[in-house]
């Protein structure tokens, strides 16, 4: 593969996920208006809770298994060991998911008291307990389709599927009244119907084992992937560990408000997402091909598309984050408002020096990953310890956003080791200082309390900003020519994209 058909392979392929990820963005924001207004504060807090000890319990019994055979399908040269492959991870992920979920239903009273005291969390514990099989085999369908470097079932699957299950199951719930109980079960109804689609996706990229037979890989496997189990689950102390906390130190209504803003601020996130699915076996491939000037440039060039594509999402929400609240959820979740200020800053820094964790990923540097994650998970504990009990929701911001900012830093200093990689593209390093003033400004009026001044200086940097990225963002011939394809491709383009951007192109 040349460095111009893998970087076009991936804004044509990062532009179709990212219009998948749209359309999952759109549902799942349905589903979560749907219930917050639904629900309450309260029975949404408990809801949340559920699904996050599910995913908690899913990703320890996925072991990284699901990213180990994306990284490894592609680097497999036969049919034979492609099949050893998935086989030997399924032989592992199956039994782990059932004997995990028969040990959540069993410890659910305890779990229930210590979180909440609340028994009505006790019953909500055991039914997604019933969901953590099926959602370790729709997780692990996604492996297997990033192996294969497939957008269209990832889309499929992950960006209709799932969402789309979600939405109706609970549409009916909601439409006949059925309550918290009945949200659950629709909740995990909606898994157990994708993973008959997961086991045929998985099936698909089986080649036939009568004919082929596999070579069992389980120890070259867990070798590769149990260093990313604990990165897993340290991810997971990043995401989900503030929500069991704040269940513990404060309120079911205070995860609530909690789990409405951090998905409002994850949206700064869905760009660099769409690209990761893709970046991981393509990189992976160069890394086997010693191509390390390929993998630089791709780095480069994705990185800096998706900061492009992230800012003017961070310049909304943090210009004006309850009223977005307010116009999405309701007035009664405003107390998460500068939670999300904070977040989104956190977010955004993860956002600006791209791939880096997928990147030390696909060249086998997962021990290093380990460490790196369990140093910043053990100061994210510590800090939601400290700060939770006296400043609540904010707290838990912060605790996240240092977390965010703490992996970075670590993350693009290794791979800076490993392969010279700097965390910020040369060639936009003017850009970057231009929304870094944007930011500032922006978040300067909430200090002296200028909700007006706010909105002007945010709606002058939103409409400055498409002139920076085209005098200040370093813009190539190549990079021109792929934006003109991924526009031509999703519909947004006819041609004069291109006759624009080639006025302000460095040779």
């Known amino acids: ?7 076009q392979a991936l804004f044509r392929g990062g532009s179709l996920l990212l219009v998948g990820l749209a359309i999952e963005l759109s549902i799942s924001f349905g589903v979560k208006v749907l219930l917050a207004r639904y629900l309450g504060r309260v029975d949404f807090g408990i809801v949340s809770i559920g699904m996050t000890l599910m995913t908690i319990v899913a990703t320890v019994v996925l072991a990284g298994l699901h990213t ?61 307990a019933v969901g953590v099989p099926f959602n370790t085999v729709v997780r692990f369908a996604n492996g297997t389709i990033q192996g294969s470097q497939e957008v269209l079932p990832r889309v499929y699957l992950q960006n ?31 898994y157990v119907a994708l993973s008959g689609y ?25 070798s590769f992937s149990i260093p990313l189990l604990i990165t897993s689950a340290m991810l997971l102390v990043f995401s989900e560990i503030d929500t069991l906390m704040l269940g513990y130190f404060a309120s079911s209504g205070t995860v609530g408000d909690y789990k409405v803003v951090y998905p409002l601020a994850m949206l700064l996130l869905i760009v660099l997402r769409s690209f990761q699915f893709l970046f991981m076996p393509q990189i992976s491939e160069r890394h086997a091909d010693d191509d390390l000037a390929g993998a630089v440039e791709a780095y480069a060039s994705v990185t800096k598309w998706v900061f492009v594509a992230t800012v003017p999402v961070f310049l909304v929400l943090i210009s004006a984050p309850k009223q977005i609240i307010i116009l999405l959820f309701g007035a009664e979740y405003t107390g998460g408002t500068l939670a999300l200020i904070v977040l989104c800053v956190g977010f955004v820094t993860h956002t600006a020096v ?31 310890f400290l700060l939770i009990p006296r400043y609540g929701i904010l707290g838990a911001a912060i605790a996240t956003a240092v977390a965010y900012v703490g992996i970075n830093i670590l993350y693009s200093a290794q791979l800076f080791r490993a392969l010279g990689i700097l965390p910020f593209p040369g060639s936009a390093i003017r850009l970057y200082l231009f929304s870094l003033i944007s930011a500032a400004a922006v978040l300067w009026t909430w200090f002296i309390d200028a909700a007006t001044v706010r909105l002007i200086v945010a709606a002058v940097a939103l409409l400055l900003f498409p002139v920076a990225v085209v005098r200040l963002g370093g813009i190539s011939v190549r ?6 394809q991924v526009g031509q491709r999703i519909g947004l383009s006819d041609g004069r994209l291109t006759e624009i951007l080639d006025r302000f192109v460095d040779d």
Request: glycine letters at 10%; hydrophobic letters at 50%.
């Open 198 to 222: 997961a086991l045929w996706v998985i099936s698909r990229s089986l080649s036939s084992i009568r004919t082929t037979g596999y070579d069992p890989a389980h120890r070259e496997l867990l």
């Open 160 to 190: 209709i599927g799932i969402p789309g299950a979600r939405f109706v199951f609970l549409g009916i719930a909601v439409l006949f009244g059925l309550g918290l109980s009945g949200v659950v079960a629709a909740t995990v109804g909606a």
């Open 354 to 384: 791209g791939p880096n964790g997928t990147t030390l990923t696909s060249i086998g540097r997962t021990r290093t990953i380990m460490y790196d994650n369990i140093v910043v998970a053990a100061i994210n504990v510590i800090l939601n």
């Open 1 to 7: 593969m040349t460095n111009e058909d893998g970087i």
């Open 479 to 484: 990079e021109v020519e792929l934006l003109e």
């Open 68 to 128: 180990g055979v994306g990284r490894y399908i592609p680097r497999s040269d036969t049919p034979r060991e492609r099949n050893g492959v998935i086989i030997s991870a399924l032989h592992i992920v199956i039994p782990l998911s059932v004997v995990a979920a028969v040990v959540l239903a069993v410890f659910s009273t305890p779990l229930a008291e210590a979180l909440l005291n609340d028994q009505k969390l006790r019953w909500v514990i055991i039914a997604f």
